[in-house]
Structure formats: C-alpha cells, structure tokens
C-alpha cells in the first residue's frame, strides 16, 4: 500500500506522487498509466504528458468530430479506451470482494498503525487465495506446466491504492 490517510481529501492529487513511487521502486517511469476518472485532472495530464507516460482515458474537451481522414485514428483510440476500461474491471470486482467478502470496508480499529496491519492482511489473503488457485492449476496440468507456468513472461501490471475511511477506494494501474 502506496498511502493510507485519515483526513478527508481529494486522491486525484496523489498521481504524481504515486508515479515518483514507481520510479523509484523500478528505476523508471510507468509506460502507461490506467486510472480513475478523478485521476483525469489537467494538473495530471500534464504532469504525465512532461514524463512521456500515457494517461489511459477520455481526452478532455469536445470529442473530435469524425471525418473521412481521422475516422481510423479515432475508432483506433476508442478500442484502446475500451481495452482499458476491461483492464480496470477486475481489479474494481477485487476492491468489491475486499469490502464484501473480507470485511475490508468494516475495519474498526482504534489506531492507525492497526488499521494499516488489519488492511494488508487482508490484502495479503486474497492475494495468497489467488495465487494457491494458480498454483493448483498449474499443478493439476502438470509438474512440466508448472514450470513453465512461473518463466512466462509478461509486461507486469503494477497497481498502487489508496484507502479512504469514508468508504472508497481508489487506485492506479501502472503497465510496464
């Protein structure tokens, strides 16, 4: 967990903060960044625009208008928006289970430090609950499977959250 914070305020300001943690956790800026909406502010497009990085979302203003030249672009922008957009889906149905299933919006401890170890533990479970799934998978086909299995490669997709105690969740996916 990237922050945890007690006092009510807006996580939209956080981006780049949570970007300068990437960096220097993996020694480079993200290739993409796939977020909230409330993410979208003008402050933090161009704070991505000036690393390089690409905000995954909606571009601000009126939508271009379409045209025989710029047909392709646009439709081409709008299937990346949409690809996105699934990307984010399970890991909203992960924050949902989280609240629902593991009691994560019903944390009552009385200090910080508790609630911190109460909300990593119960992240560190549906983590582990995960990767014993694999593991079986990988398993049941076969010990070769497995192996092969944990060298596959692929761009990670690195997530930072931050945690409000009103009950909302935000995050930020980082590819690459």
């Known amino acids: 967990m990237d922050y945890l914070r007690w006092d009510a305020f807006h996580e939209g300001l956080d981006l780049a903060s949570q970007v300068e943690a990437y960096r220097d956790r993996y020694g480079h800026y993200p290739e993409r960044v796939l977020a909230d909406p409330l993410y979208g502010t003008r402050a933090n497009r161009e ?7 690409q905000l995954a979302g909606k571009p601000l203003g009126r939508p271009k ?13 709008k299937a990346q928006r949409r690809q996105d957009y699934l990307q984010r889906i ?9 609240k629902q299933g593991y009691r994560l ?6 200090r910080a430090d508790t ?21 079986f998978v990988l398993c049941k086909s076969s010990p070769a ?5 944990l060298k596959q490669t692929q761009k990670p997709l690195l997530f930072s959250f931050g ?12 590819e690459g």
């Open 47 to 53: 704070y991505l625009k000036q690393r390089g990085i």
């Open 65 to 77: 208008q379409e045209t025989d030249a710029n047909r392709e672009p646009l439709k081409q922008a």
């Open 163 to 174: 945690f409000n105690f009103n009950g909302s969740a935000r995050f930020v996916i980082f």
């Open 115 to 135: 609630s911190f170890a109460w909300i990593s533990s119960i992240f560190l479970v549906m983590n582990l609950l995960i990767l014993q799934r694999i593991f």
């Open 105 to 110: 919006n019903y944390i009552r401890a009385k």
């Open 90 to 98: 399970p890991i909203e149905g992960k924050f949902g289970q989280g």
């Open 145 to 149: 499977g497995l192996i092969t299995g």
